[in-house]
């Protein structure tokens, strides 16, 4: 499976952004797709995932509320919709794919995009 992320941006805080993160490769939807982020010295963590059906997800609690996953399979595509950006949003949004459920741990996906940059300006 590849992933590719994109729809990053420089945007003011209190605006909203949707990220795609669009997979080629077969079997894209028996995989749970999840997103992380990593900003400027601090390690890569846990945003949100969906289930391969997109039945079940998961957010960090940092994000609940704001933002909203969610994944077309006929499209091979998963979104995150960011609503109420924050400052501290700022960061390189990565998607990744794993056989697991929802997990939250960065070595238990198989699959990692490049990355797609937001810059969240107070």
């Known amino acids: 499976v590849q992933l590719q992320a994109s729809g990053g941006g420089l945007v003011q805080a209190g605006g909203s952004l949707r990220l795609s993160c669009a997979a080629s490769?077969?079997?894209?939807?028996?995989?749970?797709v999840g997103w992380f982020r990593q900003a400027p010295g601090k390690e890569r963590e846990f945003v949100s995932a969906?289930?391969?059906?997109?039945?079940?997800?998961r957010y960090a609690d940092s994000v609940k509320g704001r933002f909203t996953i969610s994944r077309d399979n006929a499209k091979n595509t998963v979104y995150l919709q960011i609503n109420g950006l924050k400052p501290e949003d700022t960061a390189v949004y990565y998607c990744?794919?794993?056989?697991?459920?929802?997990?939250?741990?960065?070595?238990?996906?198989?699959?990692w995009g490049q990355g797609t940059l937001v810059t969240v300006s107070s």
């Open positions: 969906v289930t391969w059906s997109g039945a079940g997800t």
């Open positions: 490769g077969r079997t894209f939807s028996r995989y749970t």
């Open positions: 990744a794919a794993t056989t697991s459920y929802l997990v939250v741990t960065p070595d238990r996906y198989d699959y």
